[in-house]
């Protein structure tokens, strides 16, 4: 279990998900398999799920020269993130470009955020448990070689407290995430605008 999954700000992840899986197909071309994400692909193995489970190493993606859209790639196994490559215009403004630069500074943020916040979490974890096994002269592992754990209610408390000691650390984060977010909203909306008042003086053009 990750720290992204039992913290209370833990809805990014969650919206990002519903979002990635809503609509899903797979296709195959040239041997390789591709899903297509609400009109979006991105390649994947066909152990990809059960590797981000795992926790196994899940080899990054590469998206074709010639695409047309943004791609989403698998989870990383450390941050629980899909990484996006973002499809750039030939003709893009610089508006365009201001709004894809954002989201890839907001995409390699997260990714710092939650893969040092993660580890971090992990690290922790090990240390807990460990020193509540040896409190109890408890081996790491017993007689069969399986690894000795601790009761839910004994990892309840390890829970709680690193939640109240990165309590602020999270608000921060939430805070700039809603930041970020608002305004990577306020761009796509002026990019929006941007394209249609295009196509309408190409119109007029047109029929002058």
């Known amino acids: 279990m990750s720290c ?20 899903t197909r797979v296709k195959e071309a040239g041997g390789d398999k591709y899903v297509v994400l609400a009109g979006r692909c991105c390649p994947v193995s066909s152990s ?13 993606f590469q998206p074709p020269a010639d695409l047309h859209h943004d791609w989403v790639g698998p989870p ?28 890839m500074d907001t995409q390699d943020w997260n990714q710092n955020f939650w893969l040092n916040q993660n580890i971090t979490f992990n690290k922790e974890k090990e240390k807990f448990i460990h020193s509540r096994l040896k409190a109890k002269g408890i081996g790491l592992r ?16 390890f829970y709680k407290e690193f939640l109240d000691i990165n309590y602020n650390k999270h608000v921060n984060y939430n805070k700039e995430w809603y930041k970020r977010n608002f305004t ?21 053009e047109v029929e002058q």
């Open 4 to 23: 992204r999954s039992i913290t209370v700000f833990s809805f990014v992840g969650k919206l990002s998900r519903a979002r990635i899986f809503h609509s």
């Open 48 to 60: 990809a799920a059960d590797q981000s489970e795992n926790g196994a190493e899940i080899s990054s």
């Open 76 to 103: 990383d196994r450390l941050s629980n993130l899909r990484p996006m490559k973002f499809y750039t215009p030939k003709l893009e403004s610089k508006l365009e470009q201001e709004l894809r630069n954002l989201r």
């Open 142 to 157: 017993d007689e069969e070689g399986r690894k000795n754990t601790l009761s839910a209610e004994e990892m309840a408390e």
């Open 184 to 204: 990577i909203t306020w761009l796509m909306g002026r990019v929006v605008l941007q394209n249609a008042w295009r196509k309408w003086r190409r119109r007029k």
